[in-house]
């Protein structure tokens, strides 16, 4: 197991669900922070609980290429958690909405590709450094309506297995962690505030939490360096598949 000492972590959608714990498990294991989302605030009341590390909070948009390159300039980057990323609705293809197909498609593929280019020549040249990408399940079996989520986490899938090969020959290494359902807000950004229906992916099962997947995750980055996790896909006991449950009636 490696050291997380004195490396600098950069967590994109750190306000919230996966980003949020990923932030605490790497925090506790002493790691320095970069967190990056929209909501300031809430990365600032994230900094106050985590007083004992040193925590720079940047407020950026994953989808603003202008913002993102100015990013490589804070700071060097040894890990980056590519997190950040949404779904928006879930209907037919041929029922889908633009704007929501547009907002998917930049954050969750474009936005991670800006983050990877800004910060990866860095790593190359400083001989060290982790991505790590959160894919899903929903990238390795698309289910009915998820038709452009599921092909933007295909797509984070395929990025992630480019880098490996597009990396191999220097010390860099690329992670892809995709889980299935972890009750964060994910359903609530979904549904655009909905919580009851929000609530109705996660009835009747146990799903996993955000910690669950943060600490795949720190396993990932704490591995030795010779070592590179490519891919875990991880589910709740009660899912086989993205559209298999066992749920409690
Ligand atoms: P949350 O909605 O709880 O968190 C999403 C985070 O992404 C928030 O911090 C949000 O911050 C940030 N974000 C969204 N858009 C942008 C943007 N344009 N710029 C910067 N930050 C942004 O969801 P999860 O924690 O569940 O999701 C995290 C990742 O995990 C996503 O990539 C998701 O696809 C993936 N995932 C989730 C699963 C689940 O079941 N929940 C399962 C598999 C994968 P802010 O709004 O403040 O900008
Ligand atoms: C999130 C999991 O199954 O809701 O990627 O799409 S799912």
């Not at 605030?41 to 993102?68: F, I």
């Not at 879930?90 to 029922?95: A, H």
Request: aromatic share 4%; with cysteine; charged share 20%.
């Amino acid at each position: 197991m490696i050291s997380l000492q004195n490396q600098t972590v950069l967590i994109t959608g750190a306000s919230s669900g996966i980003g949020e714990a990923c932030a605490r498990v790497f925090a506790e294991a002493g790691a320095k922070l970069i967190l990056v989302a929209r909501r300031k605030e809430r990365l600032e009341e994230l900094a106050k609980e985590l007083s004992h590390t040193l925590v720079h909070c940047l407020a950026l948009d994953v989808c603003d290429r202008t913002a993102v390159e100015s990013v490589s300039t804070v700071s060097a980057v040894d890990i980056l958690i590519n997190n950040a990323g949404l779904s928006r609705g879930l209907n037919k293809l041929q029922e889908g909405e633009f704007q929501d197909w547009e907002e998917m498609i930049d954050t969750n593929i474009k936005g991670v590709l800006y983050l990877t280019r800004c910060i990866v020549p860095g790593m190359i040249s400083r001989g060290r450094g982790h991505i790590v990408f959160l894919g899903s399940t929903a990238g390795h079996q698309t289910y009915p309506n998820g038709n452009v989520y599921c092909a933007t986490k295909a797509a984070v899938r395929v990025i992630s297995e480019g880098l490996k090969q597009d990396l191999l020959g220097t010390p860099v290494r690329v992670s892809s962690v995709d889980p299935g359902l972890v009750e964060t807000e994910f359903s609530q950004v979904r549904f655009r505030g909905d919580s009851d229906r929000a609530k109705t992916v996660y009835q009747g099962l146990t799903p996993l939490t955000p910690m669950d997947v943060a600490e795949v995750i720190l396993f990932c980055a704490t591995r030795p360096p010779h070592v590179n996790i490519s891919e875990v896909l991880l589910m709740p006991t009660d899912q086989a598949g993205s559209m298999l449950f066992n749920r409690q009636t």
